[in-house]
């Protein structure tokens, strides 16, 4: 879209008229919808609180742009990271074998009894 402003900008009368813009800023916008909605399912969320996430959407774009823009705008100039816990500390503290961690494919639940087991808090990543 901005390539498409900056060249009917530069070359008048060259660009497309305004429908075509209004088309590919809807479809932009769907792609969103249709991510956050993906990403509701692929937390398991529970449906119950996909039209939350879904009616937050624009605002959530929104505020991560600012914050791109900030980070443009006034860079950081020191980073610090977390200490690091280790796989037999995760392990000890959610009561799982040993060796849990290391054998997880990474596709099925590790912590829960069920797979159709969906997540109740909003910004929580834990049942």
Same mark, same amino acid.
């Given at each position: 879209?901005?390539? =498409? $402003? ?7 009368? *060259? %660009?497309? +008229? ?7 800023? *809807? $479809?932009?916008?769907?792609? =969103? ?8 399912? %692929?937390?398991?969320? #529970? ?11 624009? =605002?959530?774009?929104?505020? #991560? ?16 990271? *977390? ?9 000890? $503290?959610?009561?799982?074998?040993? +060796?849990?961690? $290391?054998? #997880?494919?990474?596709?099925?639940? =590790? ?12 910004? *929580?990543?834990?049942?």
């Amino acid at each position: 879209m901005p390539l =498409l $402003a900056i060249s009917s900008y530069l070359l008048p009368g *060259t %660009a497309p +008229g305004i429908g075509l813009y209004s088309l590919l800023s *809807t $479809a932009l916008l769907g792609i =969103l919808f249709v991510y956050m909605l993906f990403g509701a399912v %692929a937390y398991r969320k #529970h449906p119950i609180l996909w039209p939350i996430f879904l009616i937050l959407t624009p =605002l959530a774009v929104i505020l #991560h742009s600012v914050g791109a823009l900030w980070g443009v705008v006034s860079p950081v100039e020191n980073f610090e990271v *977390t200490e690091k816990v280790t796989a037999d500390v995760i392990e000890q $503290a959610n009561d799982l074998d040993e +060796g849990a961690l $290391a054998e #997880h494919e990474g596709t099925d639940r =590790l912590l829960r009894e069920s797979d159709n087991e969906f997540e109740e808090g909003i910004f *929580t990543d834990d049942g």
